[in-house]
């Protein structure tokens, strides 16, 4: 079984770090080295980009390697067949499956890809949070119904009740701020900061 790409791209960044991971995420991850510094995301996410590409690079190979004679029946064919006739038959293999290598660009396209979907992954986790309620605001709602004269129809009508559904926390707990309310509110200025500072290609991916 293959260990978590998040594993070897952190071993090949930051070889002989004190680490942990609870997961495939980098929300995952606590660092606990004192010596080495932790590697962003950003940085994560391209070296993954770069191993996943070797992979590709590798398979590619073995799967040349493996349409390869033996030498044994190699050697063979040249004694019945002739040198020219063997040389015919590796070609069609070469050309079958040509060498492969890592190419600068390619590798520079990949991490660009990686990059650019862990933005994705940003800016739709900040809508998320965005989208919940605000704990000092609460939410209204029909909380119930009133049976109620109305002139126009001239006749009793059921009206909603609009209340709260979810009451809103107060915002001084014990002549403080509530640390709840505070907490929300960083968290949502920190979602808003991620929405106001994605590129619009970013948001525009996710919008079409």
Do not use: C
């Not at 493996?66 to 050309?95: F, M, N």
Request: no cysteine; proline share 4%.
């Amino acid at each position: 079984m293959r260990e978590p790409y998040i594993v070897s791209a952190l071993l090949a960044l930051k070889p002989g770090a004190e680490w942990t991971t609870k997961g495939d995420n980098y929300s995952d991850l606590e660092w606990l080295d004192k010596s080495q510094t932790k590697p962003t995301e950003k940085e994560i996410e391209e070296k993954i980009a770069e191993i996943k590409y070797q992979e590709e690079i590798n398979v590619y190979q073995e799967k040349r390697k493996l349409e390869y004679p033996d030498w044994g029946d190699q050697l063979d064919k040249i004694y019945h067949s002739g040198i020219d006739v063997w040389k015919s038959d590796i070609k069609t293999i070469k050309d079958k499956y040509p060498k492969q290598t890592m190419y600068a660009t390619e590798l520079q396209k990949r991490k660009d890809a990686a990059v650019f979907e862990m933005k994705k992954r940003y800016y739709e986790t900040a809508v998320a949070r965005l989208a919940q309620y605000e704990l000092a605001n609460g939410v209204k709602g029909v909380v119930g119904t009133e049976n109620v004269w109305d002139d126009k129809s001239e006749s009793y009508v059921d009206r909603d009740i609009i209340g709260y559904v979810i009451e809103p926390l107060p915002l001084i707990v014990d002549g403080v701020r509530n640390p709840l309310v505070v907490a929300d509110e960083t968290e949502r200025a920190a979602a808003q900061s991620v929405i106001d500072s994605t590129p619009t290609s970013v948001v525009d991916s996710i919008n079409t």
